[in-house]
T-cell receptor, first 112, second 115 residues
């Protein structure tokens, strides 16, 4: 059974600081996704990582994937309040494409 | 990007009634759609895979007779919660991917409250 674990689960940051969210998963996969969820809303796709060593950046967020370590990271640079949300990683590890197993989510709060 | 819609966005019903939730891909065709469930402050759990023209595939522990899925066309999947009870109250979200896209697009979700 595929397990996906994120840490930390709660992250309180000051504006301007940097931090990293980690996503570990238990079985081989080369398809990993990061999503953002605002309170009461659905999921917004942030990054799609499809190969070992993949690195993608959008604004203050950068995601990477190490399939050998079964680890993905989401790095936040110079955080701003607008980044406050819940961030999920999800792994597509099933035999049928598209079946995602989600991490627990990381609740990020950015303070002034 | 591709758009997935859900209807209704919010529904309140009495215990024992059935509720139908629609998931539509607005600008692409999807032979496969997925239904997820999310409890407050929790992660998303895959309930079932909806396959156009064939039976849905349910995840372990999901009652197929309670959560009826119909994928009658390439742009529409429906989830019917039958004989709903308060413990079925949750946020239901569908997703789909266009063609060979590697990105799953999620609907806006349906918040179900069973009284």
């Amino acid at each position: 059974e595929l397990k996906v674990e994120q840490n930390p689960l709660f992250l309180s940051m000051q504006e301007g600081k940097n931090y990293t969210i980690y996503c570990n998963y238990s079985t081989t996969s080369d398809r990993l996704y990061w999503y953002r969820q605002d309170p009461g809303k659905s999921l917004e796709s942030l990054f799609v990582l499809l190969s070992n060593g993949a690195v993608k950046q959008e604004g203050r967020l950068m995601a990477s994937l190490d399939t050998k370590a079964r680890l993905s990271t989401l790095h936040i640079t110079a955080a701003v309040h607008d980044l406050s949300a819940t961030y999920f990683c999800a792994v597509d590890g099933g035999t049928s494409y598209g079946k995602l197993t989600f991490g627990q989510g990381t609740i990020l709060t950015v303070h002034p | 990007g591709a758009v997935v819609s859900q209807h209704p966005s919010r529904v309140i019903c009495k215990s024992g009634t059935s509720v139908k939730i629609e998931c539509r891909s607005l600008d692409f065709q999807a032979t496969t759609m997925f239904w997820y469930r999310q409890f407050p402050k929790k992660s998303l759990m895959l309930m079932a895979t909806s396959n156009e023209g064939s039976k849905a595939t349910y995840e372990q522990g999901v009652e197929k007779d309670k959560f009826l899925i119909n994928h009658a066309s390439l742009t529409l999947s429906t989830l019917t919660v039958t004989s709903a009870h308060p413990e079925d109250s949750s946020f239901y979200i569908c997703s789909a991917a266009p063609g060979t896209s590697q990105t799953q697009y999620f609907g806006p979700g349906t918040r179900l409250l069973v009284l």
